[in-house]
């Protein structure tokens, strides 16, 4: 598990979810060579390339019309996520069939949004559409038995990585409850419905790489949920009104309607002003906004930069906020390791004027509704950002919450914003220590801990921990670290909130 978690930690989302949908084909094609799936690897190759090539030019074309800078993966994962679904040529006639679902998979994206955000799920609505427009529909080739081992891997890896098991689970629940009801009922045993559901169908594939699509999906646990649950109670293939019967990929539609009644509803396309070094190897990087954004401190955002040669790590990335919704522009403090990615160093040379898109707005780690609820913030370097945005919203609105803030740096050097957390101890009484854990590179006059975080400074110094809500940000291993700590010390899993977002950290 170790070796899957460095995988994971090391790759974004979207190239993770590309390369799984490569593995998915390469063992199709293995199958069909040696006839074990109804067509030949060749008919199989030739549509995936018929696919790559018209969503390409399709991409290129709508970005450019829409000045929209266009992502690299999108029309590779749309492109391959349709091979996957729609049966292979057999006959030339069939590519006017797998010409449309590209052509409207692509203009989805840009067509079928409100406010740069596209509503349905790109390749959901096109195959829905191409089955009511040349009565031509997805077949799903890929839900069967000899698929099934490879697409359950890459599926946990997925959803591993973006920790939407929530949303699976949901949906799991949904459609296993509805689909067993419904064959109970008429006789049919549960062995036989499991196998025909996990087994015979593209049940694994639609829950773990069509469902979780992040741009469709509700951007907080319990809407995911109610999501997940609504979209599998709709996979049932009983569920019908009249003689209308519904599919997969209906089933998506729907449940997009909802989750774009209950997410964010635009994109912003924001203008980069300045960057000012917070400290050897961290930037804030500011950006001006066309219209006011609204966010609830301590949220992420989707952020899209076009460059030439992207490396593994894609060229979009998710990054906190580090601003509050109170002031004037959107900040973001971000860390450059060497090496840095093709993504970070296209923005770091960035000049002033330049363009970026941002969208997806998601989150949970955000303060609690009762302002009376105490709480205890523990930050590792740069995973500060968000409690920067809270503080400084708090500050703004001049309201005072109990909170203690527990922030972990290696050198005193690398402390960043700590102009805010100290304007909060003077407005707010707000507590803040700082630790420093190279022992051997102490300032003069440290009055804050030396050393980690550990078990004897939280109970030193927060004798009421229990009674606290704990906030963990930073690196995967030190918040991993932590919750053990704190779970070692009593604290129970309600009572601890950890910062994440699906990109590359």
């Known amino acids: 598990m170790n070796f899957v978690d460095n995988f994971l930690n090391n790759i974004t989302m979207y190239r993770l979810i590309l390369y799984v949908l490569i593995c998915y084909l390469v063992w199709a094609v293995i199958l069909s060579f040696f006839g074990i799936l109804p067509f030949s690897p060749y008919a199989l190759l030739f549509s995936t390339a018929f696919l790559l090539f018209i969503g390409w030019a399709t991409n290129a074309v709508f970005a450019s019309v829409f000045e929209i800078p266009a992502n690299t993966e999108s029309f590779y994962i749309s492109a391959l996520i349709l091979a996957l679904i729609i049966s292979p040529i057999s006959h030339l006639s069939d590519l006017s069939f797998l010409f449309w679902a590209s052509v409207l998979t692509m203009a989805s994206k840009f067509i079928l949004a409100i406010n740069k955000k596209h509503i349905f799920n790109p390749v959901a609505i096109a195959v829905f559409l191409t089955s009511i427009a040349i009565n031509k529909s997805a077949t799903w080739w890929v839900g069967t038995a000899w698929m099934v081992p490879i697409v359950a891997i890459g599926g946990y890896l997925v959803t591993k990585k973006i920790r939407r098991f929530d949303l699976v689970g949901a949906f799991a629940v949904g459609s296993l409850a509805t689909i067993g009801t419904i064959n109970m009922v008429n006789g049919v045993s549960i062995v036989s419905t499991l196998q025909k559901v996990i087994v015979d169908s593209p049940w694994i594939f639609f829950a773990t790489i069509m469902l979780t699509e992040p741009l469709t999906t509700p951007p907080t646990k319990n809407l995911r949920m109610i999501y997940g649950g609504l979209v599998g109670f709709l996979f049932s293939p009983q569920i019908h009104l009249g003689s209308l019967y519904t599919t997969p990929e209906s089933a998506l ?122 709480l205890v913030f523990i930050a590792g370097g740069i995973g500060v950002t968000p409690f920067r945005s809270m503080v400084k919203y708090l500050i703004d609105a001049n309201q005072r919450r109990d909170i203690v803030l527990l922030f972990s740096n290696k050198t005193a050097s690398e402390i960043v914003y700590k102009d805010v957390f100290d304007a909060a101890g003077q407005a707010l009484a707000m507590k803040t220590i700082y630790a420093l854990t190279d022992k051997t590179q102490i300032p003069v006059g440290w009055q804050g801990h030396i050393g980690r975080i550990d078990a004897t400074l939280i109970q030193k110094e927060i004798p009421d921990y229990r009674e606290r809500m704990f906030f963990l940000s930073g690196p995967n291993a030190l918040v991993t670290a932590y919750e053990a700590l704190l779970h070692s010390m009593g604290v129970s899993g309600d009572h601890i909130k950890t910062d994440f977002f699906p990109g590359f950290v």
């Open 253 to 374: 539609i729907l449940g997009n309607i909802y989750s774009w009644f209950v997410s964010p509803k635009e994109k912003l396309l924001l203008t980069f002003t300045q960057k000012i070094q917070l400290a050897p190897n961290v930037y804030d990087f500011i950006f001006a906004m066309n219209k006011p954004a609204v966010f609830t401190p301590g949220q992420y955002m989707e952020w899209t930069l076009g460059h030439k040669d992207p490396d593994d790590r894609g060229n979009r990335r998710y990054f906190t906020l580090a601003s509050s919704p109170t002031e004037k522009n959107i900040r973001l403090g971000i860390r450059f390791n060497n090496p840095a990615s093709s993504f970070k160093l296209t923005m770091f040379s960035m000049k002033p004027g330049i363009k970026m898109m941002a969208g997806q707005l998601s989150g949970d780690f955000t303060l609690p509704n009762n302002p009376n609820q105490k």
